[in-house]
C-alpha cells in the first residue's frame, strides 16, 4: 500500500510562486513513476507533470516552463515549483504515484491564484 500526502498549498497572487511537496510511503520510492494533477471546479482532473524513476519529466503544454516537477528519493518526496501562477491554475493538486501498474492518489491541496 502506497500513501501520499500532499502539502503547500495556499493562496498566492498572479505572478506569484507556490512550491507543493508530497511524501510517499518510503517502500521502494525511487522505483515510483511520480506526478501531480490537478481538477479544478466545473473540470476534469488534468495531468500536469509527473517523473519518472529515472527523473525524466514530463509537463502539459499549459504549464512548461513555469513548473518544475523534482523528486528526492532520500526524502521519499516529489515536489512541483509553480512560478507566474495564473488565475486558470486556480485548482485542487492532486499528487499521484503509479507502482507495478497500479495507481495511487493523495487527498489533494488547494491552490488558489487571485489578487
Known amino acids: 500500500q502506497v500513501q501520499l500526502v500532499e502539502s503547500g498549498g495556499g493562496l498566492v497572487q498572479p505572478g506569484g510562486s507556490l512550491r507543493l511537496s508530497c511524501a510517499a510511503s518510503p517502500n521502494r520510492f525511487s522505483s515510483y513513476i511520480m506526478g501531480w494533477y490537478r481538477q479544478a471546479p466545473g473540470r476534469q482532473r488534468e495531468l500536469v507533470a509527473d517523473i519518472t524513476s529515472t527523473d525524466t519529466p514530463d509537463y502539459a503544454d499549459s504549464v512548461r516552463g513555469r513548473f518544475t516537477v523534482s523528486r528526492d528519493n532520500t526524502k521519499n518526496t516529489v515536489y512541483l515549483l509553480m512560478n507566474s501562477l495564473k488565475s486558470e491554475d486556480t485548482a485542487v493538486y492532486y499528487c499521484?504515484?503509479?507502482?507495478?501498474?497500479?495507481?495511487?492518489w493523495g487527498q489533494g491541496t488547494q491552490v488558489n491564484v487571485s489578487s
Open positions: 499521484y504515484a503509479v507502482v507495478s501498474g497500479i495507481s495511487y
